[in-house]
């Protein structure tokens, strides 16, 4: 069964800092990309950072670029999510992602396979 264990939610004051962590295990056809998504009361649920491992490049959705840093570490499966500069408008469940698929639309939902169980992080004013 595969598992995406996230952790390090949280309640943070705009400026502050989060760290996500994100672990994956017993994905039976190897990963190609970890990512994170977010989904914000009553709006739908967005792209944030994604980190191929066949490459050394990481990609961002403009709201976060410059204050979000994504890293992992492929032999392990292990994705985390630097957080600095939080707005109130980052406050969202935030969502580990991953797939096997290497053909994969990396920016959309729907190319990612397999999905935690979501971490909530609220950035007071």
């Known amino acids: 069964q595969v598992h995406l264990v996230e952790s390090g939610g949280g309640l943070v004051q705009a400026g502050g800092s989060l760290t996500l962590s994100c672990a994956a295990s017993?994905?039976?056809?190897?990963?190609?990309?970890m990512g994170w998504f977010r989904q914000a009361p009553g709006k739908e649920r967005e792209f944030v950072a994604t980190i191929p491992w066949s490459d050394t490049s990481t990609y961002y959705a403009d709201s976060v670029k410059g204050r979000f840093t994504i890293s992992g570490d492929n032999a392990k499966n292990t994705v985390i999510l630097q957080m600095d500069s939080l707005l109130p408008e980052d406050t969202a469940v935030y969502y580990c992602?991953?797939?096997?698929?290497?053909?994969?639309?990396?920016?959309?939902?729907?190319?990612?396979?397999?999905w935690g169980q979501g971490t909530q992080v609220t950035v007071s004013s």
């Open positions: 017993d994905i039976p056809s190897g990963v190609y990309t």
């Open positions: 992602a991953a797939t096997s698929n290497w053909r994969a639309d990396i920016y959309n939902q729907d190319g990612y396979d397999y």
